[in-house]
């Protein structure tokens, strides 16, 4: 055995131990942080909602990691039902409402319940910060019949996939050092089936990193919007709204009724006339063996009556 194959041994077993200490002290980092996180529990399900002060520390311990400050991460969600007098032109205000926060609409429908009302789904992905003003804006834009917000404290999860990417990504970086003093082929190609594996997990992590953080920092509000029934003791103009378009609409509808009417007659009658032309041809047929029957019958009568008619006259 050479000496850089015994380096290059020496070196995996290295790794190997550094990657079991690593994931001994994230495990015990884990168990750590998720007493802070039951400490602060009660401050972050208050019924207010407020944001948990960006200064508030929660101390893990690990290892030689030592203690350090974690800002809370928190994925903050809501809902509201709104009954107003017109859903496109609410929609319309909350689109302008999200655009002003730098938001996104992730979904918008506009449905109509019945003739002349309409209704609207929506969801929104508005800036943290912005979470209750948006909510309270909402509210303004019409009755709120029901509002609803959570929160899901994600400190832990957050702080134990952070640690784990780290990991991942210095156990990367040695595992390229241990690849450059690779000399047979076959140390190489496990190496870089090592570093393969590697590598998936890392972007695997880091998409699933990805997606927390843009939860924590945009907030999703689902909304409801639908339109106030009109008392039935109250006369409503809607009633003659767009009629020309109704009437023309309705007219046109008649039209293409009758002409689908008349289009599925044809093509059932064209469907049928196999049919139809056998069991023509088996009446034909009937009718034609009835018709000789028949003939044979009376001519056998007709043969009856003139032999009586000869007997009588020979008498």
């Known amino acids: 055995m050479t000496a850089k194959k015994i380096v290059l041994t020496i070196a995996l077993a290295l790794l190997v131990a550094l990657t079991g200490i690593n994931l001994t002290s994230c495990a015990a980092a884990g168990y750590l942080n998720d007493e802070a996180v039951k400490e602060h529990a009660q401050v972050a399900e208050a019924p207010d909602y407020e944001r948990i002060d960006e200064n508030q520390e929660a101390r893990a311990e690990g290892g030689a990691a030592g203690e350090h400050t974690q800002q809370r991460q928190i994925i903050r969600s809501g809902s509201i039902s709104l009954s107003v007098e017109d859903t496109r032109n609410k929609v319309a205000q909350i689109r302008a409402l999200v655009n002003d926060l730098d938001g996104l609409i992730d979904s918008s429908n506009v449905y109509e319940l019945r003739e002349g009302?309409?209704?609207?789904?929506?969801?929104?992905?508005v800036p943290e910060k912005h979470f209750e003003a948006v909510l309270d804006q909402l509210e303004d834009l019409g009755k709120a019949t029901d509002i609803q917000t959570q929160l899901e404290d994600v400190t832990m999860h957050y702080v134990d996939l952070r640690s784990r990417l780290d990991n991942q990504k210095s156990q990367e970086e040695r595992l390229k050092e241990i690849l450059d003093m690779a000399e047979s082929v076959e140390d190489v190609l496990e190496v870089e089936k090592e570093l393969h594996r590697i590598r998936g997990e890392i972007e695997s992590m880091t998409a699933r990193l990805t997606r927390m953080e843009d939860q924590i920092n945009y907030s999703t509000i689902h909304v409801s919007i639908r339109e106030e029934t009109i008392p039935s003791e109250t006369i409503s103009p809607l009633a003659f709204q767009n009629l020309g378009n109704r009437i023309r609409e309705a007219f046109i509808g008649s039209i293409n009724f009758v002409l689908n009417t008349i289009s599925i007659?044809?093509?059932?009658?064209s469907a049928l006339i196999p049919v139809l032309i056998i069991i023509i041809v088996l009446a034909i047929i009937i009718w034609l063996l009835i018709r000789r029957h028949h003939r044979r019958k009376t001519g056998s009568r007709e043969e009856s009556s003139e032999t009586k008619d000869t007997d009588s006259d020979n008498q």
């Open 265 to 269: 007659m044809i093509i059932a009658f």
């Open 117 to 125: 009302q309409y209704g609207a789904r929506m969801t929104l992905r």
